[in-house]
């Protein structure tokens, strides 16, 4: 039996497994990535991607390779929101269920782009191996044990049998809702389970688009079609459509109930357009699910993305999650392999993004229970925008340093103010002539930002950078500084003094700050670097 050693060996390659060896190859940390299916999705789901997700790809160095993928300005469909209809071709009648801000140039240096996942997976798996990783198509995993030292896993190659072990130091299970991964752990999970069933419906219809007069939208519902709800997205750009008519198993309904030709009819008849020409591509049954894992974390082993929660895919945060998932335990695992952190900072992983998986699923029920008309005043009420469940979420955990901890994970109001737990505010800086937004200076190192030049801070970073050995890097913002300002007031966006500074992790996430001048800089720095990077040496939890 074959036997292969790698430092991260990563258990799916759907966008999130693709992404968290993007990542962690930026990082300058290889892994192997193995998947069941024999290639990359040819269906174009999880078609919109965030502006969040947009500054990882950006922060990786890859944003432009993903944003050439868009087809036009997609932007106009984001805008069009959620809207409903009886029957596509009364589209003058829509009615605007939701009208999400999603992005905004005050918010981001990014953009929601549409774009299906048949195409980006594609790149995610290229990028992979320009970035020295390996992805192994065709092969799934049997087995798994661990230790103190690593994760020894043994895979099967699906088309001839042969077995491999696999030793790595850590495993991420990245396997989707019926993660192998993490039913060879026992992990369970907790939420309200299955609350509907659904078939994607793909399809090519010609005439649709004169129907519905080019109109732009996120997602079109249709109440013609007698005993379901039909969905209609094209939020990619392109064909196929994609239509999700409801099924019900608890009536006795299978998904054999549902051929190609009871598809087109309800095709035409959300259409009002009986003699529509409709070509089935595809169909794919699955779950609307409400369900959260009780731990992101067992031993050296990891779940991420629908391995660790699932939920409705109202507000589209199923895979943009799961990236976010990979952007934070990717660059934890680099610090820990690397050697500048310790064990404790990937407990850290499973605080932060467990909090937030789990208020976004709920986020996604309160959508869900909105759209299909099942809200009372209170769910309503209870829906957060999505700008803040997508970029506006807030940490506590370990990795932060003061703080409001006991603030909600999603506030009712969007506050990037510079707080500690949340996303570093977007300002557009100049650096040497070069127009750069603040969230370009995070990636793989520690940053910390003040005012003034003669503030000590500077100085005092990279004194306690060489002691701790953790890469960090001190910039003065402000005129005569490092960066420059091109618009608005650095220190009042991120609520500081000029004699202030902010500390921001790798991931653009603020772990301190001080507000105002510090005596003993160097005392306080160690302090706060020492308690998020504990040294390395304390263990593995189980």
């Known amino acids: ?20 060896a993007l990542f962690l ?16 999705s040819t269906l174009p789901r999880a078609p919109g991607l965030q502006a969040r997700t947009m500054e990882l790809f950006r922060a990786a160095g890859v944003n432009q390779r993903i944003r050439a993928l868009e087809v036009g300005d997609s932007h106009a469909y984001f805008e069009g929101g959620i809207i409903q209809v009886r029957t596509f071709a009364e589209i003058d009648d829509a009615v605007v269920l939701e009208a999400p801000s999603l992005d905004g140039p005050t918010i981001s240096p990014e953009r929601v782009m549409g774009c299906g996942q048949d195409r980006y997976e594609r790149v995610l798996a290229d990028l ?12 799934e995993l049997l087995a798994l044990d661990q230790d103190g030292e690593g994760v ?16 790595a130091a850590y495993l991420v299970g990245a396997d989707g809702a019926g993660s192998t991964t993490r039913r060879a752990l026992g992990v369970r999970r907790t939420g309200l389970g299955t609350v509907f069933n659904a078939l994607s419906v793909y399809f090519r219809a010609p005439q649709l688009r004169d129907l519905i007069k080019d109109r732009k939208f996120i997602l079109c519902y249709a109440t013609a079609a007698p005993g379901t709800l039909m969905g209609l997205s094209r939020l990619h750009g392109v064909d196929p459509w994609q239509a999700s008519p409801l099924y019900y198993p608890e009536r006795g309904e299978t998904t054999a109930d549902y051929p190609d030709e009871r598809c087109v009819d309800i095709v035409r008849t959300a259409a009002g357009k009986p003699d529509l020409d409709v070509e089935i591509v595809a169909k794919v049954p699955w779950q609307g699910a409400q369900l959260v894992a009780d731990t992101f974390r067992s031993g050296r082993v990891f779940l991420a993305g629908d391995a660790a929660h699932v939920h409705p895919p ?13 952007h934070n335990l990717s660059w934890k695992l680099a610090a820990v392999l690397r050697g500048w952190a310790g064990d404790a900072l990937l407990d850290t992983y499973d605080a932060e993004r467990r909090a937030v998986g789990s208020a976004m699923a709920k986020q996604a029920m309160v959508r869900n229970r909105i759209r299909h008309g099942f809200a009372d005043e209170e769910t309503k009420a209870s829906m957060v925008d999505d700008i803040i469940v997508t970029l506006g979420y807030r940490y506590a955990s370990g990795a932060i340093v003061g703080g409001r901890s006991a603030a909600p994970v999603l506030a009712p109001e969007l506050d990037l103010s510079g707080d500690p737990g949340t996303r570093a505010p977007h300002l557009w800086l100049d650096r040497d002539g070069t127009r750069v937004s603040t969230i370009d200076l995070f990636w793989d190192e520690f940053v910390l930002l003040t005012g003034s030049r003669d503030s000590g801070w500077r100085e005092a970073a990279e004194r306690v950078a060489k002691q701790l ?16 300002p091109v618009d608005g ?30 005596t003993d800089q160097d005392a306080v720095l160690t302090d706060v670097l020492s308690r998020i990077c504990v040294p390395a040496g304390g263990g593995v939890r189980s």
């Open 128 to 139: 992979v191996t320009e970035a020295g990783s390996e992805v192994k198509f065709g092969v």
């Open 469 to 484: 050995s953790v890469p960090l890097r001190a910039y003065s913002v402000g005129t005569g500084g490092d960066l420059v």
């Open 1 to 20: 039996m074959t036997r292969t050693e790698v430092p991260v060996l990563i258990v799916g390659a759907g966008p999130v497994g693709l992404s968290t």
């Open 25 to 40: 190859g930026r990082h300058g940390v290889r892994s192997l990535v193995v998947e069941k299916r024999d290639g990359t």
């Open 314 to 326: 109202a507000g589209g945060f199923g895979a943009n999650t799961g990236i976010h998932d990979a």
């Open 152 to 167: 020894t896993a043994t895979l099967r190659d699906t088309a001839t049998g042969e077995e491999t072990v696999v030793r």
């Open 489 to 518: 007031d650095w220190a009042q966006a991120y609520g500081v003094s000029e004699q202030g500074a902010v500390l921001v992790r790798p991931d653009a996430f603020v772990a301190w700050r001080a507000a105002g001048k510090v």
